[in-house]
Each structure stands twice: as C-alpha cells, then as structure tokens.
C-alpha cells in the first residue's frame, strides 16, 4: 500500500457546491449577470505573446486597482487566486499555538483550514436568531468573523466588530465576500484605527468574477509581508497575466457593479415579501442568497425538477437551504416550482 501524509486521513475537505449542466443554478452564490464590459475588452484585447512570460509577483496592476477603490496605500493589499486561497495563506500567517476563534455555524472552510494548517480553533454558538454573539469571544487568538455571515445571510455591525478588534490580543479576520449586497460598510474603514485587522474581499461574487479567482486582503503593511512570505512559501506566482488585467478593468469600473448588486438586491427583496407572504421563514438577507427553512427532501425534489439549491447535512443547519438569488425569471421559477412542491407535500 502506498503511503501518504497522515494528514490526509485527519482533514475532512470543504465541499463545494455541485456543479451541473441544465440546472436553474441557486447553489453556489454566482451572480446571475455578466461581468463590466470593461472585462470582455480586456480579453479582446490581451496579447496572447505575453503569456510566455511569467506574470507579477504582487499582481501590481490589480493591488493598484484595489488600493484606489479602497483608498489604501499599495502595500496595504495583498491579492490572491481567490478568497479562499486569500484566507488559507492568512490562517497560516497569523495564526498559531492559541486557538482561533469563529462562529460555530459560518463558512465550513475555516475549520479545514485550521487542521491542514495545525491550528487549533474554537468555535462559538450564534444566537437563537442567528446573529454572530460577540459577547462570547474571548480576548486571546484571534477571530475570524464572515461578514455577513455564511450561510445565514446576516451581518454584523462596525461596532460590534471594532469592539472585538479593541480588546483581542490578536488578528480579527474578517471575510467580507458578501459586504457589497449588505447595509453595513466594510471593516476597511477600521484599518485607521486598528492595527489587529485584516480584511478579505473577493470578485467573485458582485463583480461576476467567480471564473477567474481572484480575491485580495487589505490590512497593516506588516500583515501583507507576513502573507506574501507565506504565498512566496508556497507558489510566487498565483495570479496569471489575465486575471491580474481582468480583475484591474473589473474593480475600475464600479458603477457597472453597483448597479448588478441593485438588480440583485431587488430581486433578493422581492423573494423575500414572496416567501414572508407564504409564512417561509428566512432570515433577513444582506449577502445574494437567502437563507430559508427546508428538508433535504425539498432541496431533493428542487433538483428533480431542474433547480439547484444548497443543503447542509449539519445538525443545526439540516431543516434550512440556501438559495442564491438569481434572475428574476429564475426566482419566479423557483417560487412556481415552490408553491408546487408544497402543495404536493400537503
């Protein structure tokens, strides 16, 4: 028998959402529009010949982008092949012997991160209502709060997050890849007043980006050298020549993506009054999804008849879906095939 790292054995992997042709496809958080057209002329317009040269070590033209829209010095940004490679380098960077703190019921990849990287983490119950209990978390190790929350779709406040920051002794995370569909500004603007914060964005989801990979941290000078030490540890390069050029245009033209978060948005209320109106309950959304009550049999009978939607086979989580908002000729779909599976039920 061959052998492998015992490790192997110990971590049990992040499950990402199925991916499928032919579905109505509300499982993974995608957005239903088109990325800024000032990403289909960079594709137009790359020389191919560029490509047999190795790209940027920092992604320069991309942390010049993020730094103007975040209104930070360049050396406060640090962009990566995703979030999830963003937050992976940043458990391994800032976090060590004592035990990280998050929420028991937030993003499922945290604590995967935390065993492949040997990190010991605890984690702390929600509220009945769902929101983030802050009074709970002690002052030593460090946090990592998902803001808004996954998949409960709800956020927390500044306050609430810069009150942790006051009094813990290490890095409060915070993963914002839902902020810009949420009523609460992002954590950046603590980066002036606290040195123990880093925060961890993403394009791939108000941008349109999820095909690309690229996510980005903005935090304290000293933190991004720890992170750039640790991705230069593992892989110099892992934004490409086109993702580095597509996620500059992207970020550059804000407006475009202000207006699909619009479009999301009213969407995601609309459902919502449709849901309420049907007595479904569901927590109030900032994030493009909604999380709302269901069996794993309805999330079955969804795929059965074409519409993909997520289920969670946790204690907590088992008699709820995750829904993204999509279209609107998606959601009417969804709540037409809704109303039959119901109706079926009863």
Known sequence: M????????EIEPYTAGEQADGFIKLNTNENPYPPSPQVEAVFKSFVSERLRLYPSVTAAAAVKAIAAYE???????????????????????LYDKEPVQFPEITYSFY??????????????????DFSVDFSAFSDEGGAVIANPNAPTALASSLDDIAALCERSKRIVLVDEAYIDFADVP???RLLDRYDNIAVVKTLSKSYSLAGVRCGYMVARPEVIRAMTAIKDSFNSYPVDRVCEAVCAAAVGDASYRDMTVRLVKSTRERIEKALDARGVFHTRSQTNFIFMEGSRELYLAFKDAGILVRHFDKPKLKNFLRVTVGTD???DEFLKVYDRLTLRAE
Do not use: H, Q, W
């Open 2 to 9: 061959i052998r492998v790292s015992a490790r192997v054995e």
């Open 186 to 188: 992002s954590a950046v």
């Open 329 to 331: 000729a998606d959601m």
């Open 111 to 128: 604590p995967v991160y935390c065993k492949l990287f040997g990190v010991p983490f605890r984690t702390v119950a929600l509220r009945d």
């Open 71 to 93: 209104g930070v010095r360049e050396d406060c940004v640090f962009v990566g092949n995703g979030s999830d490679e963003v937050l992976a380098f940043a458990f391994a960077a």
